[in-house]
């Protein structure tokens, strides 16, 4: 009687393997996703004036690399939902304007960027192209490299012969344009420009000069072009 029962339950349970199976492969049919990695350069607009115990100070940021890796999901014909992660170099490079020629020092940094975007597409295309705009929220890591934090310590920051920079954290926004290629079933080929925006990062650094001071405030722009390749997955 045991032995008929247990055969009975492991009967059951390959019939709910099977059916669960066929079930998977139904939602795996039908499943839209796309996957892309996209590849360029960035410029980080957020240049400030400012004064660091009596002499003008100037600072900027350099032109840095860039790269994305997302995942997408398509919601009709025109609507899709993404997250992305970025990264790449944007060094902040500081002028003391009173010296001539202008001494600079650069603090190698690294921006982070994970972001949920709504992408919505044109219901027509152009010679194959087919452009889009997105817009969506962000969180931002302005992350000092070890070597800009052994810089700040050892030859200092502004008027300051020594100074500790930490990363800073921000909530921001992004918006752009871009257009898809289709090259074939699977492939498309995007070009993408975005605008992450965000308050202007400081790196721990306060308005007084007790110690070293980065008074700055306002908007970071940093426009990011890339350009790549997004692979389809599951139903076409």
Known sequence: MIKKTVLGFMA???????????QARDLTKDMQLDVF??????????????DSAGNLFHSRFD?????????????GKL?????????????????????????EQEYPIRDYIGSISAVVHAPFSYMGLRPYAEGG??????????????????KGFAADSTAQINHNDKLGINLG??????????????????????????????????????????????????AGILFHLGKL
Do not use: C, Q, W
């Open 12 to 22: 059951l349970a390959v019939l709910l393997s099977i059916a669960g199976g066929a």
């Open 37 to 50: 990695a996209l590849g360029g350069a960035s410029t980080l607009v957020d240049a400030e004036n400012f």
């Open 63 to 75: 032109l840095g690399t860039k790269y994305t890796l997302g995942v997408a999901v398509p919601f």
């Open 79 to 103: 609507i899709t939902l993404e997250t992305a992660f970025t990264s790449g170099p944007n060094n902040l490079v500081v002028s003391n304007t009173n010296t001539s020629p202008v001494a």
């Open 137 to 154: 929220v962000e969180y931002d890591r302005f992350s000092p490299t070890p070597t800009a934090m052994t810089t700040a310590l050892t």
């Open 177 to 226: 344009v871009g257009l898809d290629r289709k090259l074939t079933k699977r492939l498309t080929f995007r070009i993408d420009v975005r605008d992450h925006v965000t308050s202007s990062p400081a790196f721990g650094l306060p308005n007084t000069y007790s110690y070293a001071n980065y008074p700055v405030s306002g908007r970071a722009n940093n426009i990011v072009y890339t």
